[in-house]
């Protein structure tokens, strides 16, 4: 009977631990603050398509690093509403630098939350650049009260429909467009 209590306990503290822990709920998963980008990624159904381009570019060793970043991550949607035929032909080896290049354009060195943003966007007069690790810009606008999107040197603009995805190193933000460099 003691070693069931002492089960039942240690079962307790780890649900209760791991509960304190997560962060949102991303592609019907927990995310934790814990794990790395990476780590929590491979775990949102909503992210398939850009975990299979993060491997296919082999930048897996890079968001596990320590970062930090921050990464505006596309929905599996938004991969789907590019061009037909446009994810199939990047994900060829053959063209893996282009590929390289819009996921990097999709991460910000530094950890940029929600309230970092939109004190940029405000003390920017309503927009605020953030230099993406491939070197090129983005722009972060205000679409109401609450609401963030972020522009592309092509002018498509991503809403932000997740916010603050902690990571261990660093913080991921959901959009539903992919961007172009």
């Known amino acids: 009977m003691k070693n069931f209590a002492l089960t039942v306990l240690g079962l307790v503290f780890a649900i209760t631990l791991s509960a304190q822990e997560s962060t949102v709920m991303v592609g019907g998963e927990a995310m ?60 060829k080896p053959e063209n893996k630098d282009k590929l390289t290049a819009v996921l990097t354009y999709h991460v910000v060195a530094g950890k940029y939350d929600a309230k970092t943003i939109m004190g940029a966007i405000k003390k920017g007069n309503g927009s605020a650049t953030l230099t993406t690790v491939n070197g090129a810009t983005l722009t972060a606008m205000m ?39």
């Open 32 to 91: 934790f603050a814990s794990k790395d980008i990476v780590d929590n990624a491979v775990n949102s159904e909503d992210h398939t398509t850009l975990v299979a381009a993060v491997k296919a570019a082999e930048l897996v060793k890079t968001l596990k690093s320590d970062g930090p970043f921050t990464v505006f991550a596309p929905v599996n949607d938004a991969f789907e509403n590019l061009p037909s035929g446009t994810v199939e032909t990047l994900l």
């Open 143 to 181: 679409n109401g009260p609450m609401n963030v999107v972020v522009k592309d040197e092509q002018g498509n603009v991503a809403n932000v429909i997740t916010y603050d995805v902690n990571q261990s190193n660093g913080v991921i933000h959901v959009i539903d467009t992919v961007l172009l460099p």
